[in-house]
């Protein structure tokens, strides 16, 4: 079993930015594929950025130039750095991690999930 817990929401205006955290209570670099979701109000749940293994990343194209997903291994530690936020980027934040499979979304949507942080951002 492995538990997540991300910090680092808020409320910001648009423009600005914030960098998520998601700490993991087992040694996940290098041998879990991470990822970070989002879900906002009425609409589904979807990929906004992947971690594999071998350090390779995949961004959703609603994000790419402006997220960047990274993790400190001796923290136990994935980061979602947000920049030039956009009020389209408010949702509640979501880690999650996959020990075997392919690293994508598909996968990860069945690995261990935390339980959210809000990130709301003002026009």
């Known amino acids: 079993q492995v538990r997540l817990v991300e910090s680092g929401g808020g409320s910001v205006q648009a423009g600005g930015s914030l960098r998520l955290s998601c700490v993991g209570s087992v040694y996940t670099a290098s041998t879990y594929c991470m990822g970070w979701f989002r879900q906002a109000p009425g609409k589904e749940r979807e990929g906004v950025a992947t971690l594999a293994r071998d350090g390779s990343t995949t961004y959703a194209d609603s994000v790419k130039g402006r997220f960047t997903i990274s993790r400190d291994a001796a923290k136990n530690t994935l980061y979602l750095q947000m920049d030039s936020l956009k009020p389209e980027d408010t949702a509640m934040y979501y880690c999650?991690?996959?020990?075997?499979?392919?690293?994508?979304?598909?996968?990860?949507?069945?690995?261990?999930w935390g339980h959210g942080t809000q990130v709301t951002v003002s026009s």
């Open positions: 999650a991690a996959r020990r075997f499979g392919s690293c994508n979304w598909a996968n990860l949507r069945s690995g261990y």
